[in-house]
């Protein structure tokens, strides 16, 4: 069972962003825990899920996407822009 922004965008109140975990793409490194504790933790099949709660500062969930070794972590704002990974216009 999917867990808490799992292969779909979720919010939080506290937060300017939303973020999204490719579980495809998760490979359990957990880097992006050890980054933003309070925003990411594990499921019981090692695939990285959007914990409840407040979570850390969006440029902290950021540097957690940007620390994925996978690019599993999608952020976008609440406008629905992709964030991270940066979008090239024109690539
Ligand atoms: S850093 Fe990426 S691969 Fe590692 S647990 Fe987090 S989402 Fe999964």
Request: glycine share 6%.
């Amino acid at each position: 069972m999917l867990k808490n922004g799992q292969n779909e965008f979720t919010k939080n109140e506290n937060s300017k962003v939303r973020i999204k975990v490719i579980n495809e793409l998760c490979i359990s490194a957990a880097t992006c825990i050890i980054q933003a504790p309070n925003t990411f933790d594990l499921d019981d099949d090692g695939i990285a899920y959007v914990k409840e709660g407040t979570w850390d500062e969006a440029q902290t969930i950021i540097n957690a996407a940007a620390s994925c070794p996978t690019t599993a972590i999608i952020i976008e704002d609440m406008q629905g822009n992709q964030i991270y990974p940066e979008v090239k216009i024109g690539a």
